[in-house]
């Protein structure tokens, strides 16, 4: 119950394309989605994140959809540029049972690669 | 500016040898975190700390020690129980209390043992 379950695991896109990540919950209890960018030899940095009372949220190019009934969140990367490849990762947060912080539970990754 | 360091960023390092990996904070985040990170399988946590002087074991805490005596400073060793220690390892803080729980980053140490 507590798994974040991502992919696809690699996806090549050409540039212009839209890069579409998916990522599914079990737990109800998450209350957070981010998804975090990483890029090759440094750490994973936010990108963009959605509570589920939320259907939708939109950043520049990026937008995160939200199907709190499917228990379903994707990542959308519009107008795909060779600057977005990268590894990107869903997660969910949830309120950790001792003390007064939060537990990311994270998607494995998908690897994205934006031919020119 | 404020972040997260991270130190050497490449070790290499023979079998049976411990290793200690810096990480330095000047964020005044209470929290901390370290992760390992391997193909395709992910972030797993290693160990997290919400204040100074007190550490939680993560998922994958076997073979690692930590230390949390200052609130900036958070070193993970890896010791030579750990069976299969080759990986890239990241630090990460938060702000605790908040809504998010959002993570920062450092650039990660990528550890080679021979």
């Known amino acids: 119950q507590q798994q974040v379950k991502q992919s696809p695991q690699s996806l090549i896109v050409q540039k212009g394309g839209i890069s579409i990540i998916n990522c599914a919950y079990e737990?109800?209890?998450?209350?957070?989605f981010p998804w975090y960018q990483q890029f090759p030899g440094k750490g994973p940095a936010l990108l963009i994140a959605?509570?589920?009372d939320v259907s939708e949220k939109k950043e520049g190019r990026f937008t995160i959809s939200f199907n709190k009934s499917a228990k379903q969140f994707s990542l959308h990367i519009m107008d795909s540029q060779p600057g977005d490849s990268a590894t990107y990762f869903c997660?969910?947060?949830?309120?950790?049972?001792?003390?007064?912080?939060?537990?990311?539970?994270w998607g494995l990754g998908t690897s994205l690669a934006v031919n020119p | 500016d404020g972040g997260i360091t991270q130190s050497p960023k490449y070790l290499f390092r023979k079998e049976g040898q411990n290793v200690t990996l810096s990480c330095e904070q000047n964020?005044?985040?209470?929290?901390m975190y370290w992760y390992r990170q391997d193909p395709g399988q992910g972030l797993r946590l290693i160990y997290y700390?919400?204040?100074?002087?007190?550490?939680q074991k993560g998922d994958i805490a076997e073979g690692y020690s930590v230390s949390r005596e200052k609130k900036e400073s958070f070193p993970l060793t890896v010791t030579s129980a750990q069976k299969n220690p080759t990986a890239f390892y990241l630090c990460?803080?938060?702000?605790?209390?908040?809504?998010?729980?959002?993570?920062?980053f450092g650039e990660g140490s990528r550890l080679t043992v021979l």
């Open positions: 990460a803080s938060s702000v605790t209390g908040t809504n998010t729980g959002e993570l920062f």
């Open positions: 964020l005044n985040h209470d929290a």
């Open positions: 700390s919400q204040i100074v002087n007190d550490f």
């Open positions: 737990n109800t209890a998450f209350d957070y």
């Open positions: 959605i509570r589920p």
């Open positions: 997660a969910a947060s949830i309120r950790w049972s001792a003390g007064n912080n939060r537990k990311l539970i």
